[in-house]
């Protein structure tokens, strides 16, 4: 007997950020709407996709709380372009600092659609869902974790009429009572999920205006070849999101989609946004490897683990059209390093730094300031880190400070402690609590004051670029070069470039699209 199957709609909503943090990086494609939308197609449901930052691109608008914009459709034009025959309604909650837009859409839809059943997904869904569950008792159920079996049974489960709240792997309201279903053993067949659906995504307009995350003004495809992370880092909400197990897919799979894409959309660049690419040696030596046939430039999103490379391998990585490497240090302090349980290794980071850059990957240091316990000789410790990495040749530093994101091990203890607290300007607080947001950096140390953080942030990174330029000035030259033609590279580019589109074109209040970014191949911009 066929099963029954139900017309979906999957809803990504608009980004929000501080007026201080909108910067050239708009937006990338949604993959967790690509999967899922074609996990459902897959089993024969229809899907109506609206991704309200894709189809409003370089639009910033405010909605009634001071200091913040949102990027993307409004509420009505989201609500306009739901059918009215709709079945089911998929909302993806990925970042909690959209949660204060995202909240007044779900209730916007709830309104508009009162008998159809709201599943919200997401890792502030998955984070969050008992603080949702106050503000939005009437959604049906949240998704917790990966959610393309989790959907797929919940959407069976209305389509047949049946108790959705059987359903491994979510939770839901009942009575005003926040309940949990058992957890869902998470899928490591991945090469049986289907590839992600974007011919009914408006990912043209994401291609068109050369937008990506580390890599801009070409057309960028984001991809995923692994999904978990075995770490269980105190600052990242991964292992709640995830678990702490690591799954890849066969390299032949991931090959395959890239080949797709290169010839459905001319694509020019790859992103991997795999968390933790680097944990089995032999698969990513494979895939990089592999990588090369494609005659593309390509680059892994997150920051990378330093266990398993070496300066062969990271050699190999340039040579198959690599194009940037982050190393996710945050911290070079030994007792930081333990308590935050990060277990990397500073000396080994730092022979990696001169081994990429020799290699001719253009390469970054992440570092993470105001944490719980940090102390200022533990900032002045990754000052002199610094230091040596500019003087070693690294291309880009990021000095953050710590933002507690729902979910992970830092904000479920200072939440404990009375330091977070939920209460009606919760929501506000999670708008603001974005890692680029200058004008309201708070540390969470009790040694750190929070009108510091600002000046070690700012200033850890003004005295990295100027020991780089006084030992490299041909870097600054040619930071002014791409500057002047709008090809910006490194991550101090790319800044500097949204500042100056801002300052000059105002883009912080405009309504209308921006322009377009000559396309070109990374490859001939290498020359760092």
């Not at 910067?23 to 996990?39: D, E, I, M, R």
């Not at 009575?175 to 974007?198: F, Q, S, Y």
């Not at 850890?460 to 000035?473: K, W």
């Not at 030259?477 to 790319?494: C, G």
């Amino acid at each position: 007997m066929k099963s029954a199957t139900a017309h979906v709609a999957l809803i990504r909503t608009p980004p929000v950020l501080p007026v201080s943090s909108v910067t050239a990086q708009q937006g990338v494609p949604s993959l967790a709407l690509a999967y899922l939308g074609g996990a459902l197609k897959q089993q024969g449901h229809q899907v109506t996709y609206i991704d309200a930052l894709g189809e409003r691109l370089g639009s910033f608008r405010s909605f009634g709380v001071p200091g913040l914009l949102f990027a993307g459709l409004s509420i009505p034009e989201i609500l306009d372009r739901i059918p009215r025959e709709i079945e089911v309604i998929g909302v993806s909650c990925q970042f909690s600092n959209d949660w204060i837009f995202s909240r007044r859409l779900l209730d916007e839809i709830h309104l508009r659609f009162p008998d159809k059943p709201i599943v919200i997904g997401g890792e502030h869904a998955t984070a969050d869902y008992p603080t949702i569950f106050e503000t939005n008792p009437y959604i049906a159920a949240c998704v917790l974790g990966e959610g393309e079996e989790t959907l797929l049974e919940l959407t069976a489960a209305f389509a047949e009429k049946k108790d959705h709240r059987q359903v491994q792997g979510i939770a839901y309201s009942e009575n005003g009572e926040v309940k949990k279903t058992c957890g869902r053993k998470r899928n490591k067949a991945l090469d049986l999920l289907p590839w992600p659906d974007w011919e009914s995504l408006p990912v043209q307009n994401y291609l068109n205006a050369g937008l990506g995350m580390a890599a801009q003004g070409v057309r960028t495809m984001p991809m995923l070849g692994s999904r978990g992370c075995p770490y269980k880092c105190t600052f990242c909400s991964a292992p709640q999101m995830w678990s702490a197990r690591w799954f890849h897919r066969s390299v032949d799979d991931v090959i395959q989609e890239a080949h797709k894409y290169k010839r459905l959309y001319g694509i020019e660049h790859i992103e991997f946004y795999d968390m933790s690419p680097s944990i089995d040696r032999k698969w990513f030596e494979e895939l990089c490897g592999r990588l090369g046939e494609l005659k593309l430039t390509w680059n892994f999103a997150a920051g990378m683990r330093s266990e398993i490379l070496n300066p062969e391998l990271l050699k190999n990585l340039h040579q198959n059209g690599c194009y940037k490497i982050t190393y996710a240090l945050e911290t070079s302090a030994p007792k930081l390093i333990e308590m935050i349980k990060k277990k990397v290794k500073p000396n080994r980071v730092m022979s990696l730094v001169r081994s990429s850059v020799k290699a001719g990957i253009i390469t970054k240091v992440n570092f993470i300031w105001g944490l719980p316990g940090q102390r200022v000789r533990d900032v002045l410790t990754d000052y002199l880190y610094l230091v040596r990495l500019a003087w070693n040749g690294l291309h880009d530093a990021t000095c953050f400070a710590f933002v507690p994101y729902p979910g992970c091990e830092e904000f479920t203890q200072l939440k404990a402690a009375g330091k977070i607290q939920v209460d009606d300007k919760y929501e506000e607080f999670l708008a603001f609590n974005v890692y680029n947001n200058p004008l309201r950096m708070r540390s969470w140390s009790d040694h750190i004051q929070d009108r510091h953080l600002s000046y070690w942030t700012l200033g850890g990174m003004a005295v990295f670029y100027s020991v780089q330029f006084l030992v490299r000035p041909l870097r600054f030259v040619r930071l002014v070069h791409r500057l002047w033609t709008a090809k910006p590279v490194t991550m101090l580019e790319l800044a500097l470039f949204g500042l100056l589109n801002n300052f000059i074109k105002g883009r912080k209040l405009r309504t209308e699209e921006t322009p377009i970014f000559e396309s070109g191949v990374l490859q001939s911009r290498l020359n760092v």
